[in-house]
């Protein structure tokens, strides 16, 4: 069964300082990956996916993450955040069901916050 | 276009009461797939149906049903509420069953006191 680690709980940067939220999968054919923020009361906003191909995979509000299958790791990344990027981040990998469909696993998610 | 629409946005329930929450998907989304987030944790996966079919059940008890109608929306039945089903209820919505892109609704918060 497919499964996602999201290490860290909370994590506090400085506005304007780079990002880089942590996310380890367990799947055991090509996995489908994807990051979704949610703000506070709020569903989940999809910020970017990865399902073949280049493996630096560009997003929304200028996040990016990068597919490295020798670590099973899927890190989403900000090179400089911006007071409105505190929410929760959660990573999720997508799996079969034996009914035909999919359904996404996610991660705990990790809790950021910007300090200005 | 609208989203992902989700009825009621909150709901105080008693325990052993019955819920029903509403889902409609994008306009030409036939697929809805269901999740239950508990506060602190990652949404947990309940059902996924694609053209009125249910497609896969997650961990959950028989008293969490589901059903999808010929206009593609969608309800989640809860009996016999108990106080740990107090969460954030997710729909999805997709073109087709396949894991391409979800697009979450807002949710219902549900309270069970």
């Known amino acids: 069964a497919q499964s996602v680690t999201q290490p860290d709980i909370h994590i506090t940067v400085s506005e304007g300082a780079s990002l880089e939220l942590r996310c380890n999968y367990s799947?055991?054919?090509?996995?489908?990956l994807f990051w979704y923020v949610q703000s506070p009361g709020q569903g989940l906003q999809l910020l970017l996916k990865y399902f073949s191909g280049d493996t630096l995979v560009q997003g929304i509000k200028g996040f990016e993450a990068e597919f490295k299958r020798s670590q099973s790791s899927f890190n989403l990344r900000k090179p400089s955040v911006h007071w409105s990027d505190a929410a929760e981040y959660f990573c999720a990998v997508a799996g079969v069901l034996t009914g035909g469909g999919n359904k996404l696993t996610f991660g705990t998610g990790t809790q950021l916050k910007v300090e200005l | 276009d609208a989203g992902v629409t989700q009825s009621p946005t909150h709901l105080i329930k008693t325990r052993g009461q019955q819920v029903t929450l509403r889902c409609s998907p994008i306009?030409?989304?036939?697929?809805v797939s269901w999740y239950q987030q508990v506060l602190g944790q990652g949404p947990q996966f309940i059902f996924q149906y694609y053209e009125k079919e249910e497609r896969g059940r997650g961990n959950f008890p028989d008293r969490f049903s589901a059903r999808q109608f010929p206009n593609y929306s969608s309800e989640l039945n809860v009996n016999a509420l108990l106080l740990g089903d107090s969460a954030l209820y997710l729909c999805a919505s997709s073109l087709a069953e396949g894991a391409g892109g979800y697009t979450f609704g807002s949710g219902t918060r549900l309270t069970v006191v």
């Open positions: 306009s030409g989304h036939k697929s």
């Open positions: 799947y055991g054919a090509t996995p489908y």
